[in-house]
């Protein structure tokens, strides 16, 4: 600074003038260590400064109160900040003599995006308090001040971001200058060497550079060779690298008020008229001011970047880390921060919250939370859309809330709110003021000095975007263009005659004129105006000097500008502006400066026409915004103030209306903003880069689509109709103001067609945005980028007033369409988004067979299609209507078919002409109603050749109107041509759903069903297949009772085999019935568990009832085989009891006997007579008593009573299970059905439950996948079977019954469940064993008798199949050529055992074995007793005992630590050594399955032993029976197998025949001698 000192105003200590331009320090003692603050705008006063930082703080020095500093000691030497507008967002400042104003961005939502002043710059204390909760942190603001500061107005404010420096890592480490930039510079530390330029100050006249300034003598702590201003120069070459902008300036603005002057950067040359580019350089080259951070988070270092982007990404800064450096970007009139918070090189030492690099972008408002909050090293902040949130306490929500915004999370960009879109500059703003006021010049009304800045009310909500201060008067400019002004008057200056002129008042310009910059010197005022042309003109008012007053001319070299002094006019006083002529010939003047006794105004060159163009634009926006407001304020406000409107309107029209005015506000306030923003871009860069309209096109397009699609439905309800008579009331019979507004040039229009004029007036501008956007590209080559923006928003712009208008034309028919329409319907059929396509009045459309007097009228709208008689309608969505063309075959009749979800008619068309304007009208509406597009999309131009054919399969919702099965029911799903078809949903009024597939519009594929059980307020659920709308194939159905029953179902009835649970969980259900069903009864083979009785029922069935023949068993062991009659044992029957007691005779009830039959006790005894009373409870007998074995004659007569031959045969069990099996394969019944159909049937199975099992993968393990994938192969089934197709098929059979979505494996695991159902729990009964060993068989004959049809080739059971013969070479090895030829080998037999055994009995041998060990129990007891003793004995004994010969007595075993070839020779004490690994063959027995592995298992053993006999006898040997016998017999008792009777019995039973008479079948035979023979030993 330089001039005047002697108040301190230059903020240089101990000198009254500072002659040459000097640096001023502004720092920021708060932070640690003290940082200089960015400077963005300067102003002075006579006495005192005022500087406004990037942070948008106010800092102050000089003397007087107009500081509006707590103090009484002046002057005051440095930059203090005033503490009173702390926190909130300062936009501009101005300095009168002795006042000073400041410009204050309103309190709003967008203002807690800010992080916090921590403490009260009075007394230190914290103003927010956090408290820690566990996944957030609570904010409380109840901090109150002693000192008095006012904060009330602050506490909803969260202030600017708090930055810290980033921490000295050493001395020797400089702070570099931070460059700036206006387009994305490069990532940050990627530049130092453009950073490390030796920076200069350049004097006031260009001349020598004042010297560095030294650390210790400025009192701020830079870093090496760096002084407070970067070079100009190297500013210059960086700005030009990153963007290439020509259009920017260097030299800052300044206001010559008293007598100092000051730059906040010397840049360029200066001369005694500023520049207006203010924005591009900021003033210092510290990093940006950091606040003292919270003590809360002061110790942790922040490791995480937050990077937080504006949507319009302006650069990201170019210092290196480490430094906070500052990026203006040129947009408009005020500024955001962005806090982006990176790791930071030295974070790890540093104590600050990490690096902060604050970028700052002119126009762009902030847009963030708290940046880093830390509650215990974890982030507080939530992150919400696109921007971040807090959770506030309730208080500061409520200060923050206001009406019009949304309250804490900001809509993104785009959003509804244009003042929540960051980018466009605020039009809600506060005048504050604060000095001397002996004239009234802070505007409060009163003459009292104000020492702190006091907000001046009366001009909240007028929109203020501009103060200036003269020297006793102040003015301020509002977004629509009027001047507001008060203080002294003593000239004129204030632009009018009112008094007092303490309070503020409007400045008395001519209808029209439209006033954008203002400035005031001592005495006088200018203002910068659009008049009726392009050109600005400018007013002047105030004092006027005598003629003959220098007249000079300065230009800036190499800068675009021209500044232009004005001369000055002589006389003596203005009552109001008065219009200066010679204005005219500065042509384009972007601003006006007023200071002392001058005025300056700045004009530039006109390049290519393109400055006019930018004019042009302002001045039309502003122009326009004037229209909307008037239009707001005079017509629209007036009018919903109205006490009768809600009568008038009725509650549709009126919530329009109200939501229309809403629109056309944010509409008018969005063009403020623009305006606002425009008049800015003039004033600083005059670019087209910063132009929002470009980069913002979609909100602007947003805005109109939105506030058109609500006009438009205000129109169609006839709104503008209702309103008339309201606006008759209000603005009487003269609507001159209405038609001076709305622009209408008829005479004498009807007052609903002026509304109608005047609502639509804004749609206009749309045409005039284009037409100034394509003369703005003009300016440019047609290959430059502008020109392609500017372009491109054009034919936006046009395109969206061409769909508007198309929107107006749409809404005016419909509307002229409900005026001729009867009465009664149009009240249900009218609503605000339905338009009309076209109708049918003209008898255009007929219906086919129509009666001679019915009246058939059809209207098309955007969203149905109404079908209208005399009195009644039919309203058809359009989602689910189809319609196609009925071909004309010479019956000359034009007609097309419409079918809908419940009805299809035939529409007869007068011409082929209407037919196809039909047709197509329908299909579009169709097809756009089913894009989404329905209200919005205008309606496409009758002249599209294109034929739009909508999708016959489409997605829709619908409810069913008519009397049948759905009547109201409704349905959400796909559709095809009319019908449900595909995936839905289907809801029943009583509370039915059904979720599923569906099929020409029935229930078909799979499904769940719901329907709810009133009586015990419990849903029945069924989960399953269905059919032609029916319960139909597998199912699962749970009632609301408890019972779950899952199986066949058929016609919805439960029919097949399935499985019933009844009881509360299905854990502990007391009875489980498996079996067969026939419509819904049980009827056929089942097997009954009462698990309460603990009896257990297996046999036949008739409706629901035991009936034909079955078999019981308990719990105590009672078994009974017989017939069934009503449930009830009746008839013959066979009773055996636990200890083999048995009754073989009629019963009549339940375990009652009652007549004719014999009783067997265990020992053989027999009664023999009638019977009459229950089992167990004393029997009434009559008969006679006989003890067979006393008679050596009747010893062949031995009463044992064969089981089993009144029971229901293997055969006729399960019959419907393989009857399931059968109808998957396609065969009516078993056998009968085409071999390829059965495989086409299979794959179909597979593909459809992997297609089905995909929608839910965690149901399949991978190696079941890949199980399923190999069985989509079908393998080879026609031709004959070699052994290598068998193989193929086996294999192929063992997948198969691996997984249930194969018909196979589904028969194999139901066959496992049924098995396992009957014979575990109370069904293993030894007396079931031969039961059990039969079913096991039919199962196997059966399967056979499947897999047969599937491989039609492979022979009957015993067939068999030939080896593959070779040929004689392949026979003759090297060696044996003179070797008789071998005979030729026998083939394979096969068998359904061989196949299909091992994969059958793994699954089924629990029960199955569990069966033989209880039947061969005692004998198994006597086995194992003789195998323990005899084990006692040491192996020489036991094989002399068994009588094995001496030659075969192993002389020495494999020692058990063998050193090289050493034996251990066996002794007589030796134990279980011989035949050792024979034994351990043997013993795996037990771990096999099948009998083939167990006989294999036994042929290993044979083999083992031969091989050490071998090894004895060194030479080879052939074993007679009765050598072999006494070995293998010690081998057996030697491996101890438990359960050897069951091991041998079921080997015995499940043998495959052919191997009987086998070598296998003497190696059985010989064990299961071995296991008699030692039952028997007698041991002496």
């Known amino acids: 600074m330089w001039g005047d000192n002697g108040s301190g105003q230059c903020g240089l200590l101990g000198l009254s003038t500072v002659p040459n331009p000097t640096p001023v320090a502004v720092v920021d003692s708060d932070t640690s260590p003290p940082q200089t603050v960015p400077v963005l705008e300067l102003a002075c006063g006579e006495q005192h400064t005022l500087a406004l930082s990037v942070q948008r703080e106010v800092w102050t020095w000089g003397s007087g109160c107009q500081l509006g500093l707590n103090t009484a000691i002046f002057p005051v030497w440095k930059p203090q900040k005033v503490e009173h507008l702390a926190g909130r967002y300062v936009l501009q400042v101005a300095c009168g003599a002795s006042h000073s104003l400041a410009l204050v961005r309103c309190l709003g939502p967008q203002d807690i995006h800010r992080p916090p002043v921590d403490k009260c710059r009075q007394c230190n204390q914290l103003l927010y308090t956090m408290t820690d909760k566990e996944d957030h942190v609570i904010i409380s603001d109840s901090h109150y001040c002693p000192l008095g500061v006012e904060l009330t107005e602050d506490e909803g404010r969260l202030e600017a971001p708090a930055l810290t420096q980033g921490l000295k890592t050493s001395p020797s480490e400089p702070d570099l200058p931070s460059h700036t930039s206006t387009s994305p510079a490069p990532d940050p ?217 949304r309250a804490v999370a900001l809509t993104p960009l785009g959003g509804a709110v244009p003042e929540a879109q960051e980018v466009f500059p605020t039009l809600q703003t506060e005048v504050w003021s604060w000095g001397h006021c002996e004239h009234g010049q802070l505007g409060h009304g009163d003459s009292l000095a104000r020492l702190q800045p006091l907000c001046i009310k009366s001009l909240n909500n007028k929109e203020v975007v501009r103060v200036a201060a003269g020297a006793h008067h102040s003015l301020a400019l509002t977004a629509q263009s009027q001047v507001f002004s008060w203080g002294s008057n003593s000239c004129g200056q204030l632009g009018h005659m009112e008094s007092p002129s303490t309070i503020p008042r409007l400045a008395k310009m001519s209808e029209g004129i439209r006033v954008w910059d203002v400035s005031a010197g001592e005495r006088h005022t200018l203002l910068l105006a659009d008049g009726d042309c392009i050109q600005p003109i400018i007013y002047y008012s105030g004092q006027q000097v005598k003629e003959g007053t220098e007249d000079s001319q300065a230009k800036q070299p190499g800068q675009q500008e021209e500044g232009e002094e004005e001369e000055q006019r002589a006389g003596g006083y203005t009552q109001q502006p008065v219009l200066l002529p010679f204005c005219m010939n500065l042509r384009y003047v972007s601003s006006v400066f007023a200071g002392g006794q001058r005025c300056v105004a700045l004009s530039d060159r006109n390049v290519m026409g393109f400055i006019a163009s930018l004019h042009e634009l302002a001045s039309a926006e502003r122009k326009f915004y004037c229209k909307l407001s008037n239009i707001k304020t005079q017509i629209v406000r007036p009018l919903l103030e109205l006490e009768s409107l809600s009568s008038a309107l009725g509650q549709v029209s009126l919530g329009l209306l109200q939501t229309l005015a809403g629109r056309f506000s944010l509409l ?80 004498n229009p009807a007052m609903a067609d002026l509304l109608v004029a005047l609502f639509y007036l804004p749609t206009r501008h749309l045409h005039e945005y284009g037409r100034l956007l394509l003369k703005l590209a003009t300016c440019f080559e047609v290959c430059s980028s502008e020109y392609q923006r500017l372009q491109d928003s054009c034919s936006k712009f046009e395109a969206l007033a061409l769909q508007l208008k198309r929107k107006k034309k749409d809404a005016e028919y419909t509307f002229h369409f409900w005026k001729s329409f009867p009465g009664k319907m149009t009240d249900s059929l009218r609503k605000p988004h339905r338009r009309l396509i076209c109708e049918s009045s003209n008898k255009a459309l007929t219906l086919q067979n129509a009666g001679r007097f019915s009246v058939n009228w059809f209207i098309l709208f955007n969203d149905t299609l109404v079908h209208a008689q005399f009195s009644t309608h039919h309203v058809f969505p359009l989602a689910t209507l189809w319609v196609e063309p009925i071909p004309e075959e010479n019956t000359g009749l034009y007609g097309l078919k419409v079918i809908t979800p419940e009805e299809t008619f035939t529409l007869l068309a007068s011409s082929p002409m209407e037919k196809a304007k ?86 078909d594929g799979f499904g769940e069903f719901i329907a709810p059980n009133k009586t015990l307020n419990k849903n029945d659920h069924y989960q399953g297949h269905w059919k032609d709308g029916k319960m139909h194939g597998l199912g699962t159905y749970r009632y609301a009772s408890g019972e779950v029953y899952d199986g066949s179902f058929q016609d919805s009835m439960r029919h097949g085999h399935g499985m019933l649970r009844s009881g509360k969980l299905n854990t502990s259900s007391p009875s489980v019935f498996i079996g067969q069903w026939l419509q819904d009864k049980k009827t056929g083979y089942g097997v009954f568990d009462d698990i309460t009785k603990g009896e257990k029922y297996m046999g036949m069935w008739q409706d629901h009832l035991r009936q034909g023949t079955g078999v019981v068993v308990t719990q105590f062991g009672l078994y009974y085989e017989g017939a069934f009659k009503d449930n009830k044992m009746m008839g013959t029957g066979v009773l055996v009891s636990e200890d083999d007691t048995t009754y073989e005779g009629e019963f009549s009830d339940d375990w009652t006997l009652n007549g004719k039959g014999v009783l067997t006790m265990a020992n053989g005894d027999y009664l023999e007579g009638s019977f009459n009373g229950e089992w167990g409870s004393g029997l009434k007998v009559v008969g006679s008593y006989f003890k067979p074995h006393l008679f050596d004659t009747d010893k062949d007569k031995t009463r044992a009573v064969k089981l089993g031959r009144l029971c229901v045969s293997a055969e006729d069990k399960w019959q419907a299970v393989f009857e399931e099996c059968w109808t998957q394969l396609g065969c009516e019944a078993p056998g009968r059905g085409e071999n390829w159909k059965a495989w086409e049937n299979i794959a179909v199975a597979l593909t459809t439950s992997r297609r089905h099992i995909q929608d839910s993968p965690e149901v399949l393990s991978r190696s079941h996948s890949r199980t399923l994938e190999s069985l989509e192969v079908i393998p080879q089934h026609v031709g004959p079977i070699t052994m290598e197709r068998y193989h193929t098929i086996r294999l192929y059979l063992i997948k198969a019954c691996d997984t249930p979505l194969h018909p196979l494996g589904r028969l194999v695991e139901t066959l496992v469940a049924v098995y396992r159902m ?85 699954r089924l041998y629990p029960p199955l074995f569990t069966l033989y060990a209880l039947d061969k129990e005692k004998e198994d007891d006597v086995y194992w007793d003789c195998v323990l003793r005899l084990n006692k004995q040491p192996d020489l004994a036991l094989l002399a005992f068994l009588g094995v010969q001496q030659k075969f007595w192993p002389v020495s075993i494999p020692a058990s630590k063998p050193a090289l070839g050493e034996k251990q020779q066996v002794l007589s004490s030796t134990k279980d050594a011989c035949f050792a690994s024979a034994v351990e063959t043997l013993q795996q027995i037990s771990t096999t399955f099948t009998p083939s592995d167990k006989l294999q298992v036994i042929q290993l053993t044979f083999e083992e032993i031969t091989q050490e006999v071998q090894s004895l006898l060194k030479q080879d040997f052939l074993w007679s029976m009765d050598d072999l016998f006494p070995v293998f017999l010690y081998v057996v008792l030697r491996a101890r197998i438990r359960n050897l009777g069951s091991e041998v019995s079921l080997i015995e039973d499940l043998m495959d025949p052919c191997v009987q008479h086998g070598e296998h079948g003497i190696m059985f035979t010989t064990l299961k001698a071995c296991y008699y023979q030692i039952q028997h030993e007698k041991i002496t």
């Not at 294109?946 to 919702?957: C, F, G, N, V």
């Open 918 to 1003: 039909w047709l197509r009208s329908i299909n579009q509406a169709v097809d756009q109603v089913l894009s989404g597009a329905g209200q919005d999309s205008a309606s496409t131009n009758s002249g599209s050749g294109q034929k739009l054919e909508p999708p016959i399969s489409r997605t829709a919702p619908y409810t069913f109107y008519k009397d049948g099965r759905l009547k109201e029911a409704t349905y959400e799903g796909r559709w095809l041509t009319g019908k449900p078809n595909g995936r839905g949903v289907l809801k029943w009024p009583d509370g039915r759903i059904y979720t599923g597939a569906f099929k020409n519009g029935l229930e």
């Open 1318 to 1402: 009957t014979y575990v729990g109370v069904g293993a009964n030894r007396r079931l064993l031969p039961q059990a060993v039969n079913e096991i068989k039919s199962y196997l004959s059966r399967i056979y008798q499947i897999v047969r049809f599937l491989f039609p080739d492979l022979p009957e059971e015993g067939g068999l199949i030939p080896e593959p013969t070779t040929t004689l070479q392949d026979k003759k090895e090297p060696g044996s050529t003179d070797a008789p030829l071998e005979s030729p080998k026998p083939g394979r037999v096969v068998s359904s055992s061989a196949l299909l055994l091992p994969v059958l009995l793994p």
């Open 189 to 405: 530390s990627s530049d130092p060497s453009q950073d490390l330029e030796r920076d200069e100050s350049v004097s006031a006249n260009g001349g020598q550079p004042a010297s560095d300034s030294d650390p210790s003598k400025g009192g701020v702590v830079l870093g090496a060779k760096s002084s407070l201003y970067p070079d100009e120069q190297a500013v210059k070459d960086y700005l030009k690298k990153l963007s290439d902008n020509t259009q920017t300036e260097h030299t800052a603005k300044a206001t010559a008020g008293g007598l100092h002057t000051l730059l906040p950067s010397v840049g360029g040359l200066t001369s005694s008229t500023p520049s207006s580019a203010i924005n591009n350089l900021v003033a210092s080259c510290a990093s940006a001011v950091g606040e003292r951070v919270a003590s809360t988070y002061e110790a942790l270092s922040l490791k995480k970047m937050m990077n937080f982007y504006l949507p319009s990404g302006p650069a990201r800064s170019g210092g290196p880390a480490g430094l906070a450096s500052v990026v203006p970007c040129v947009l408009g009139d005020n500024t955001t921060e962005r806090v982006r918070q990176e790791d930071s090189l030295q974070a790890k030492k540093s104590s600050s919250t990490g690096d902060i690099r604050e970028e700052e972008a002119e126009g762009l408002r902030r847009r963030l939370s708290l940046p880093g909050l830390l509650s215990q090293g974890r982030y507080a902040v939530h992150l919400l859309s696109s921007s971040y949130t807090l959770l506030l306490s309730p208080r500061l929500l409520r200060k923050a809330g206001r009406p019009r915004t």
């Open 668 to 747: 008018c306030h969005l063009t403020g903003q623009h305006a606002a923003s425009l008049t800015a871009n003039l004033r600083r860069s005059r670019d087209v880069k910063s132009l929002l309209v470009l980069d913002h096109a979609s909100i602007f397009l947003d805005s109109y689509l939105e506030y058109c699609c609500i006009l438009g439905n205000f129109h169609v309800m006839g709104g503008f109709q209702t309103l008339t008579k309201p606006s008759l009331d209000l603005f009487g019979k003269s609507p001159e103001q209405l038609q001076r507004l709305s622009e209408c040039s008829e005479e």
